[in-house]
């Protein structure tokens, strides 16, 4: 089994299940102009978020790690006309693309990017009393993920549920004696969730155009 031959199943269930529109197109087509790389969510594992989303019933998405808007699309298109996404993205550049991509899908009204470091923005918006949020997607810098999570707890309500991108990272989470920071955080992620009492998680690993990775699912329990 190659990337090649994941690439191309993506490419087939992207085809069948996921097809761009107009403004998801344009959202990559301009990402790539402007520089961002090309690490945002596949097309399936985008459906995927819109699917939990609307399963969840729910009226407020919070993500941490916007980049241009890719996968801020597809959650916030799950959202009622009266729902509410607050997106959290450290570059100013990334959210000026991802504000315009946004814009463009005509889900600026539901949405918002806020700018800055994730750590100073989320306190912020506990501070604010924002939340309770349906569904939180992580999707940032990886070192941060048990943070993260913490703040995640803060900031939802019995049932809510956590879904954090990367947790796999080709297999590399398996080796207890990483000195990669994003493998070191991941182990200390897993460790939290599995002890904290207030999460009920599994994981999935998956392959794709995007290669081999997998999603954390975590709800708050009732
Ligand atoms: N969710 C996007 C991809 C996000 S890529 C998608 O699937 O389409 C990760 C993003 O997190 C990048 O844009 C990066 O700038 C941002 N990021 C990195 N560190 C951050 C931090 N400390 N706080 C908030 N965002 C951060
Ligand atoms: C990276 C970040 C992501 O969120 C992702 O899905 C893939 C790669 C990265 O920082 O390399
Ligand atoms: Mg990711």
Redesign the pocket.
Known sequence: MTEERWTAVDDYLTDMLAPADDALAAALADSDAAG?PA???TPPQ?KLLNLLARTQGARTIL??????????IWLARALPADGRLIS????PA?ADVARANLARAGLDTRVEVRT????DTLPRLADEGAGPFDLV?I???KP?NPRYVEWSLRLTRPGSLIVL?NVVRGGAITDATSTDESVRATRELFDLVARDPRLDATAIQTVGAKGYDGMLLARVVD
């Open positions: 961002l690490i945002g969510v985008g993500e941490i790690g916007t980049l241009g808007g890719y996968s801020t959290l993205e450290y570059n990334h800055g470091a994730a750590l997607f999707d940032a810098d941060n991108d």
